[in-house]
């Protein structure tokens, strides 16, 4: 991962990075790596990113933090630079990249609504897919229409949910399940 071998370029002890897996959005929510992170660093000792975005991705969210951080004596490290949130220019400077970081994210929604409208005009979003094909839908409605076998033999033969072949049987003929 880019972020760790850059923490490791500027100092930072491996046991000392903290990573949120499988984390995407705009809020704080749900970010282990984040909270862990937040609760290992002590007095005067920097709390290092490699980018501002991936620290916070609102202002009050990175408001609260920053703050959070300088009453317990905490500083700030982006990149290789080191900011001081009681300090009127960092604190201009981090509200500044806090205020991108914002619009950024909101921007990227923006662009991924846009480019998902357009896929689905031009027929290349087709929403989820069968999780079986065709064939194996018309089979499975066959065997139970006969009373060869039950939902839940179906789902276990087949390695899908009860629901996805209750879905098959009760639902229209070529409709997604």
Do not use: C
């Amino acid at each position: 991962m880019v972020q760790t071998e850059q923490l490791l370029a500027l100092g930072v002890s491996a046991d000392r990075i903290y990573i949120d897996r499988g984390f995407s959005g705009t809020t704080r929510r749900n970010r282990g790596g984040l909270d862990q992170a937040l609760a290992a660093v002590w007095p005067a000792s920097v709390f290092a990113v490699t980018k501002f975005d991936r620290f916070a991705r609102n202002m009050a969210e990175a408001n609260q933090i920053l703050t959070d951080l300088s009453d317990r004596g905490v500083l700030f490290g982006l990149g290789g630079s080191v900011y001081d949130w009681n300090d009127p220019f960092g604190r201009l400077f981090l509200q500044t990249l806090a205020m991108v970081a914002e619009f950024e994210a909101n921007l990227g929604h923006l662009r991924t609504r846009e480019g998902m409208a357009l896929a689905r005009r031009n027929g290349k979003l087709k929403g989820k897919q069968p999780k079986l094909p065709e064939s194996a839908r018309r089979s499975i409605r066959h065997r139970y229409a006969e009373g060869e076998v039950s939902l839940a033999d179906l789902a276990t033969e087949y390695s899908v949910g009860r629901s996805t072949i209750h879905r098959i049987v009760h639902g229209p003929p070529t409709g997604q399940s």
